[in-house]
């Protein structure tokens, strides 16, 4: 926990058809480790739901897992929705096997980073933390 | 990490190799006995392998996966493989066909030609195997919620070749249970989707009886991060789920079981997994001869194809994948594997470039001609330690056989979740070994190198979708719509009644409807499953 009474909640998604859900899973279950209130929305969701659920949740971070090839497409429509909802202080951010020259081009649209194969769940905690609070500093809520 | 903080031991995580026994003895073997437990290669209950010449007669089929953008696309890595020595083909269809989509749904938008090829009609079948003779090679392809209409495409393609379906040699994955279990890719619940796999036995033991019906998958439950034990049992269960099924749908067991075959993982603890291969060819036998009473012996015999462990290779100096797969590949080959599949060194980034997949495929070259390996038969049999390994494996499958079966079977046990949890923690329990430095992994958490040098990936690219979406409104519009509209009549019938759904769907791929329209008069007879949300 970041601090003694601030829990941050975290939307971890799996858009599109692609089934390949370990790192996923596994990044839930690190997240929920550490402290954070995980909402895992499970397969093959639409970045209308995916956007949705994170206004519902009021999460204070998007986390999108993609390994079919479709990251160009789906990262930019979620940026597109969750401005469109006015989520401007929400952090998206994500994993997947994501090209070096595509994950710079989707930061520059507004996109936090992008974690490959091999990271180290600690540094996805740490960024999560850090950034968020970057992000949400008025986030302390709940117990 | 300085030679002195790292750990004096590396372990496998999951393994089921005892942690601290250095040296094996025959007391480790209880009460082995070579004759009953082994026997002769090619003889019950199989565990030295399944024919009596393995490699000496004929070596593994060297199949390397492939599939990306267009049907003519991947027609020509087809045919650049076969020309560098491949001896069998092997599909990768794209996301949108694997779950039904045709390429021009709104669901399969970005994922058209992606994680593979895009095959929509009959037309896309055929020009995936324009120039390449259907009645000659042989062809695995990896579908499974949607298998039956792609294998429909294929007999259909081979048709207009000029091949008849007594001839076809090969096999469709077709194993929905470890799609709920592992992959993901289903469309309808189980027992609809059972139906349909049964189905296609029953068609294929009358009309094209060198086909593979299924090939029942530990792949991508390994992959999901399950242990080798899990894969194992998991895997072997889905098998005998499929037999009972078979029986009860009043085939004799001894009809459809010599046709199905097996696909396995071969991951990086080098003799457990050579172990887990001739573990899992005695347990099918004993099983299939003693509970199901088989008396073929071809229904005894497990047959499988491998693939080394996609999940295992590092975005990290991804050269060091080349030795990697190699080495994968040997246990492959030690444990009597009878074709395989090497990963290219690039796949943890993108799928693979035109020369990691010659390497891939010269990796295999290299073992079969160079090593000697091919050269005599289950050569680790008798080890002590190789020995110990494969009771374990027979033990402890039967273990997770009764859990499963005390759950009223594995698809009770899918839908209560239990598979799915115990993988998903297994993957999380891999993960924490790995940051823990309980295991090493070599340029990811030790022997790190700060600057990585990139190497070339493919790029899918964006107007493969375009193109393909122009070709499968094009068929739209160029049949007969009413030809087209009464096959589909007759699927929709056959699903609501109990007529086997295979001639419909052949029907309906001549008449040039499309993939995603026959799905969608299953999905609206049958519903879609939804799997609950959970990371256990």
């Known amino acids: 926990m970041p601090d003694g009474e601030r829990r941050y909640r975290v939307i971890v998604a799996k858009p599109g058809l692609d089934g390949h859900d370990r790192g996923a899973k596994v990044v839930a279950a690190a997240l929920r480790d550490a402290g954070f209130e995980v909402i895992y929305t499970g397969l093959h969701q639409t970045p209308e739901a995916i956007v949705n659920a994170a206004l519902q949740e009021d999460a204070d971070a998007v986390c999108v897992s993609i390994l079919s090839g479709a990251h160009m497409t789906v990262f930019p429509e979620i940026l597109s929705l969750m401005r469109a909802k006015g989520l401007h202080d929400v952090l998206l951010c994500g994993g997947g096997i994501i090209p070096p020259e595509d994950a710079e081009e989707l930061q520059k649209m507004g996109v936090g980073r992008l974690f490959g194969p091999g990271t180290d769940t600690r540094e996805i905690v740490q960024y999560l933390r850090e950034e968020i609070g970057r992000r949400r500093p008025q986030a302390a809520r709940r117990g | ?536």
């Open chain 2, 1 to 536: 990490m300085t030679p002195s903080e790292r750990p004096a031991r590396s372990r496998f995580p999951g393994t089921i190799v005892p942690a601290d026994k250095v040296v094996y003895t025959p007391q480790d073997l209880g009460d082995f006995d070579p004759e009953r437990d082994l026997g002769r290669p090619g003889e019950y209950p199989f565990t030295r392998g399944p024919y009596r010449d393995m490699y000496r007669g004929k070596l593994w089929t060297m199949r390397q996966f492939s599939g990306y953008g267009t049907a003519r696309d991947t027609n020509r890595r087809f045919r650049y493989l076969l020309e560098h020595g491949q001896t069998g083909l092997s599909v990768a269809f794209d996301m949108p066909t694997l779950m039904g989509y045709d390429s021009d749904h709104p669901r399969a938008r970005g994922e058209v030609g992606r994680e593979g090829v895009a095959v929509c009609t009959l037309e896309d079948m055929e020009t995936l195997f324009e120039g390449i003779p259907l009645g000659e090679v042989s062809t695995s392809m990896t579908i499974n919620s949607t298998a039956a209409i792609l294998l429909a495409f294929y007999i259909a393609a081979a048709e207009r070749q000029g091949v008849a379906p007594e001839r076809l040699r090969g096999t469709i994955q077709n194993d929905i249970l470890k799609e709920y279990i592992a992959q993901k890719e289903w469309i309808f619940p189980p027992l609809p989707s059972m139906r349909i796999v049964t189905d296609v036995m029953a068609y294929c033991a009358d009309h094209v009886p060198k086909w593979n019906t299924i090939s029942i998958s530990g792949y991508h439950i390994r992959e999901a991060g399950s242990t080798a034990l899990q894969e194992l049992a998991y895997t072997l269960m889905d098998g005998f789920t499929y037999v009972e099924f078979g029986m009860r749908a009043g085939l004799p067991v001894d009809r459809f079981a010599p046709r199905l075959s097996f696909f396995f993982n071969a991951h990086m603890n080098f003799f457990e997994e050579i172990a887990k291969f001739r573990a899992a060819r005695r347990i099918w036998a004993r099983r299939m001869r003693e509970r199901y009473g088989a008396r073929n012996p071809e229904s005894w015999r497990l047959r499988f194809h491998t693939q080394t462990a996609g999940c295992s290779l590092t975005a990290q100096q991804p050269q060091n994948n080349i030795v990697r797969t190699a080495l994968e590949a040997l246990a492959a080959v030690l444990g009597g594997t009878q074709s395989l599949h090497t990963n290219s060194m690039d796949e943890a980034l993108a799928l693979p470039s035109e020369e990691a997949v010659k390497i891939a495929l010269r990796t295999q070259q290299i073992l079969a001609y160079e090593t000697g390996v091919a050269d005599v038969i289950d050569p680790l049999a008798g080890s002590y330690f190789v020995e110990f390994l494969t009771n374990r494996f027979e033990e402890e499958c039967g273990r997770i056989f009764e859990e499963i079966e005390k759950r009223g079977g594995m698809i009770a046990a899918i839908e209560q979740g239990y598979p799915q949890r115990e993988i998903a923690r297994a993957a999380y329990e891999f993960q924490k070994d790995v940051e823990e430095k309980r295991y090493l992994v070599v340029g990811v958490n030790d022997y790190v190198e700060p600057q990585e040098r990139p190497i070339p990936i493919l790029k899918i690219d964006p107007a493969v979708e375009r193109d393909q979406i122009e070709r499968v409104r094009a068929v739209r519009a160029r049949r007969n719509a009413a030809a087209a509209a009464r096959a589909l009549e007759g699927i929709r019938s056959a699903a609501r009644g109990g007529d086997n759904l295979m001639p419909r769907f052949l029907e309906a791929a001549r008449a040039g409807v499309t993939l995603g329209e026959m799905v969608d008069v299953l999905r609206a007879e049958f519903g879609e499953w939804r799997e609950p949300p959970t990371y256990w």
